[in-house]
């Protein structure tokens, strides 16, 4: 799982996964390159799967993950 904040500046999006005590590995994006090249819906979150292919699919509709499991279970559905 890698975590991407979109639009946002690095030091602020590090000082939110702090303050709600996420510990993935995450990227910003804050001039919305990777936003528009997937064609992110307004709304956020957004979840993709990537495919072995390299192929990324949206998780749709979105789904709130509260386990590894859920994750588990949506990369099997949709990983291909």
Do not use: C, H, K, N
Request: charged share 20%; net charge negative.
């Amino acid at each position: 799982m890698l975590l991407v904040d979109v639009q946002d500046q690095p030091g602020a999006a590090l000082q939110l996964l702090a303050d709600v005590g996420v510990r993935l590995p995450s990227v910003t994006d804050p001039d919305g390159a990777l936003r528009s090249a997937l064609a992110l819906p307004p709304a956020l979150p957004a979840s993709y799967v990537i495919r072995p292919s390299g192929e990324p699919v949206r998780v749709d509709p979105p789904t709130p993950f509260a386990s590894a499991d859920e994750v588990a279970t949506t990369v099997g559905r949709l990983g291909g």
